[in-house]
């Protein structure tokens, strides 16, 4: 235990248990920050906390902000207890009165004294405890105590009857937080550090900018910071943690100073042969993030490889233009997206002064503040998109059905593989139980109003989806599109509509590193893009990412604009290639026949074939398992469908690399009409 490891520290070879205590105890969140655009897999992580407790029933993180609210209020009437317990005359068992006074202080330092200070620094608004319960620093430090401190004094204090209204409360040590819960928030907190490059010095005392957060990082626990950067290879950032660790044990004691030196030392070493062997093997992505963030530690800078030698090796090395499409300039994304998340634009002044602001008028809707904020491709902002009613019902719709969201790699959905692509994550699709269907049936037709482009209906939309973020949460860079070419994939989304729906306090930019700008979440507005040129050629340049947020919690809603139900906006990228489906079922739904031969071959509107009346509300049974004859120009194709893809016309569209379906026939059909 923890508390064990700290007071044998003065006299024992502490940097053996050290690192004893945190090889063998600390199993960490298995985590390999950023790098790139490149997909790393994450391996199935323990058992959450939240699973354990079952406290509710979804998971907003891997913790649930419900559980963790629970934990906080337990924790409180412990430290009431604690403190009662201290006041009374008839006193105290002697062996308990050390640790009793030890976890007081400590809830003082790191709860009582952030809390107060919290408050203060939120805009003179109230924030309640789970506002606090939202930054992952403050969770980390609950957790640490809730797992290493409180499970001893627990049942020691547990037969006492002073303290049994701890039996009312429900606690099951079985179901306890673990390490791993603790340490997953650690994993945030590095996240933060090595992408924003704040200075741990005046954090870990309680500031960040102008913020006073109360935090109070100990030198233990700055330490274990330490040992999970290492883990998730920001090694400069596991330096910084462990550079004030040996200041916080200088000044404070309670950790063997002999001990903090060694282990800074090793770290160094770590850090150095970490880069070494990074810039040597040519990752100048990881590199040169993990030298960015090396700050000026005087009396031990000649140890580092110094920001001097890496412009020698940017000398050395050229790195490539950010324009085009190479791979080292994939390796540059991950350090190019970092910079523009903190706050770099790399537009020039004349490309900034063509971009303009204006009122757009559409005979349906108010004028809607439009600003372009990127010419070549076009990124656009749409003012005060949402109105607030709106904005609350997705939030709220969404809260408690969030789950941890899927990831993407070359175009295929892999399940399991929790946070790869979004981390510390959760998304949900507004499906049809949302309560407003009117309310969100406007917000579609508007995205329509405004783009131009279709987006109801599966062909031309995915299901609005909305997601969430707490500090330390980010997506890493990506391309929205599930493939290079509309022609592959078929599912491709060709453009991306996003909403902010609530204020971000820090962070969570949306970073459009390659364009060299990042769009600041504004409350209500969206943003608008899209992912393929009008040829059908997939815009490399709108590769973007999610920054980290820093404070408060970010909501976004996202509708993703699919290729089939707007390939006629599409007029140019490719010739009118019409084709006729045959159905050589037998037994079809005589209405499907009727419909289909009454369909009229000009009427390409997607919406209106039968294949989507079908889909929407005509007898399932007359679908199982037909053959579809798709006959395009001479060619004739026959393809057996599962039940999965004769549901929707965009999958048969995309099956036959076909643009549209003119007609749906049963047998014999008479000669297409091409
Ligand atoms: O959260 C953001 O700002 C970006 C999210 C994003 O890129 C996505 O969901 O695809
Ligand atoms: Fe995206």
Redesign the pocket.
Known sequence: MLPELVTAASNKPFIILLFHFLLLNMMIHPISLIQGSKLKSVPASAPTMEEKLSLSSFKEYPVSLPALDRLLRIENKFYKLLKKYTKIEENPDENLRIPVVKYLTRYKTEVIGGLRNWRQASSKERMDLRDNLNHPFLIFQMLRRLVYDFPPLYTSVLNISHFHELSTLGIDLEKWPSKQDANYYGTLVVVLHHFYDFSIHKFGRGTFGKIVTGVNLSAVQSVELNYIATKSECHSSAVEFMAFALDQARKFGGISMNAVRGAFKASIKEHDKAIGALSQNGNYGLFISNIGTISNFTQNRHKFITKKSYKKHLAKKKFPSRQGDTAELEEMDSHNYMSICKGENWQSNDHRKSLKCWYKLTSRILPYKMEKLHQHPLIMKVHDFMNPWESASLINYARPRLVPARTIEEGYVKDGDKVVR?RA?LIVRVEQDFPHPQALQDIERRMELITGLNVQGRASGEKL?V?S?IPGGY?SC?L?SLGRSLKKAGHSRIA?F?V?LNKVDAG???AFHRLGAA?R?AIHSAVFWFNHHPNGSLIDGMI????PVVLGQ?W?A?KWIRWPGNVNKYKCWRERKEVVVLFKEQDRNEEIREEARNAHPSNHGLEKTPFDRRENNLPHTAMQNPTLMIQSNQTILTREFTADVQNSVYDILLAFDAISIVTLLHDNPPAPTL
């Open positions: 979004q994550g989806q997601a973020t997506m990506h929205d991306t996003m902010y969570g930019r949306t769009v979440p973007h990412g999610g920054c970010k976004v996202t």
